[in-house]
């Protein structure tokens, strides 16, 4: 049962297309995550969002934005897709309180916009 | 500005043998050590943790080592299975956690027959 899940997997689009990737977690998580790994391989945090508060890296382009419907989910909406968007989202999440654990991600999307 | 860094993109290692993965660091507030564990086409997956104020915590077949001074962690891995083979991300967290986890690079570990 897979504890912490995205789709698609994979997503190719056009440039200035607005695409939706979706996450769902199963853990009973408080906070949910969105990081993105470019193509030199760092992984970077582009949302933290609990019930609460969310946060924002000062980076991340407002093209970009996360949706929670509920705690459960954190889907990451993206306005004028463009090339440089082209990476690996992966979704994750943890409890309160982070601690010994860490997050548990997903498998991960990767985007291709041509 | 890498606040994490794993100087050494790929490593390969003997089956049997000793792996050793390096990682380090420049702020100050972080507060706790991660390292993750990537296959292809998967997430990372938590590995084992250290805390800021410990030097060494140890997982069966795994140990991370903390030098604070130096800035420095390291992950030991005893002995070297084929299924070790997988990319290896160092993680931090400054206090507080809200910044989520900052990530290095990831180092390439081949574990050779």
């Known amino acids: 049962d897979t504890a912490v899940s995205q789709t698609p997997k994979y997503l190719v689009t056009q440039m200035g297309n607005d695409k939706s990737i979706k996450c769902e977690q199963n853990l009973g998580h408080d906070t949910m995550y969105w990081y993105k790994q470019d193509s030199k391989k760092f992984l970077k945090i582009m949302f933290s969002y609990n019930n609460k508060e969310l946060i924002i890296n000062e980076t991340v382009p407002n093209r970009f934005s996360p949706k929670s419907p509920d705690k459960a989910h954190l889907n990451l909406h993206i306005n004028s897709l463009e090339l440089g968007d082209s990476a690996v989202y992966f979704c994750a999440s943890s409890a309160a309180g982070v601690g010994d654990y860490g997050y548990t991600f997903g498998s991960g999307t990767r985007l291709t916009v041509v | 500005d890498q606040q994490v860094k794993q100087n050494s993109p790929s490593l390969s290692v003997q089956e049997g043998r000793i792996s050793i993965l390096n990682c380090d660091y420049t702020?100050?507030?972080?507060?706790?050590f991660l390292w993750y564990k990537k296959y292809p086409a998967e997430g990372p997956t938590f590995l084992i943790s250290?805390?800021?104020?410990?030097d060494k915590n140890e997982d069966g077949r795994f140990t991370v080592f903390l030098n604070k001074s130096a800035k420095h962690l390291s992950l030991h891995i005893v002995p070297s299975q084929p299924g070790d083979s997988a990319v290896y991300f160092c993680?931090?967290?400054?206090?507080?956690?809200?910044?989520?986890?900052?990530f290095g690079k990831g180092t390439h570990l081949i574990i050779q027959p």
């Open positions: 702020n100050s507030m972080f507060d706790y």
């Open positions: 993680a931090a967290r400054s206090k507080g956690g809200a910044d989520g986890l900052t």
């Open positions: 250290i805390s800021s104020i410990k």
